[in-house]
């Protein structure tokens, strides 16, 4: 459904190797659970625990960019379409920085 393309955004990304419908299933972050920061870790809030939870990305979905205007976002771990995407377009995601995190 994806696949990983030098990107206008940043290094490299995912794009879409045919067209997606809105809410449709892109995929799955899949890594190593893990504690520490990095540049392919994804933070989600474990409800249960009430804390955030990193995965450490060790598939294509690591190389998802940031977009303030996303066409794709997370639900737990899977990834949906939030709009259309056409195919070849570079599947994004908002990665919740603030305007101060941007800056840095």
């Keep these: 459904m994806a696949r990983v393309d030098t990107s206008p955004i940043h290094g490299r990304g995912l794009f879409a190797r045919r067209a997606i419908e809105v ?6 972050y899949r890594g190593r659970r893990t504690q520490k920061n990095g540049m392919h870790v994804l933070w989600i809030w474990n409800e ?21 205007e996303p066409n794709a976002d997370w639900w737990g771990t899977d ?14 995601f908002d990665y919740g920085w603030d305007s ?3 800056a840095e």
Excluded: K, P, Q
């Design 100 to 102: 101060e995190d941007e």
């Design 79 to 92: 990834l949906y379409a939030v709009r259309a995407i056409e195919e070849g377009e570079e599947i994004t």
């Design 23 to 28: 809410d449709e299933y892109i995929g799955s």
């Design 48 to 68: 249960r625990r009430e804390r955030w939870e990193g995965i450490d990305g060790d598939n294509e979905m690591r190389f998802l960019n940031h977009s303030a």
